[in-house]
């Protein structure tokens, strides 16, 4: 139970044992109070900023793995839709490769994409189905979204479209409809829909 006078008592003995003490032995002691208690502080705040400086630093270094590895990707899966077009071998191996390697370092939104994109190839063996303009958006739009994955850069597909399809303005609405339909599908970046009147 508390006291008020025993409380009073004590405090005056404190006082009276601190009073008596020099300057000199007053000074020292709340000198090496403070510089206890900025040593301490300073202990934490170095001890944070080093663990900050850790997470940075292994954060900086895995998305640089990540950007090296899908760096060729774009490449990669364009010249394996230019070998399906010329109707040359594709290699199981090389497609299970570049699959593999957007599945460990690639965006969700790539991946996405990428199984998609094995979907309509499988549908296509399967049962004949001969969408040339789905599967190719498929294939399009993944190498776009790794493009813009790693390098920031958005590129509307059309331009790919236009670079590479002889025919492009007779079959430029079922073009148009197949990467639209793919783009609204997956959720992806609106800047990736082909405006059928554009002139990009």
Known sequence: MFNLSTTITNA??????????SDDLKGAIITAIITGVISVIGFV?????????????LARQRDNIALEK?????????????KA??????????VVKI?????????????????????????????GNRNRFRIMSAY?????QIKMDVTGVCVNPEFWFKMR???????????????NMLVS?????????IDLESSH
């Open 45 to 57: 705040v170095t001890n944070m900023s080093l663990k900050n400086s850790f997470k940075n630093e």
């Open 99 to 127: 699959l593999n390697i957007i599945y460990a370092y690639g965006s969700e939104k790539a991946i996405a994409i990428a199984t998609l994109m094995q979907k309509e190839n499988y549908k296509k063996e399967e049962m």
């Open 165 to 179: 399809i002889t025919d492009f303005e007779n079959t430029k609405k079922k073009i148009v409809e197949a990467n």
């Open 85 to 94: 077009r010329s109707s040359k071998t594709i290699e199981s191996e090389e």
């Open 70 to 82: 899908m760096s060729t990707m774009p490449f990669e899966i364009l010249g394996l839709l230019d």
């Open 12 to 21: 005056e003995a404190i006082y009276s044992k601190y009073n008596g003490m």
């Open 140 to 144: 399009i739009l993944l190498a776009t």
């Open 185 to 193: 599908e997956l959720e992806l970046d609106d800047r990736f829909y």
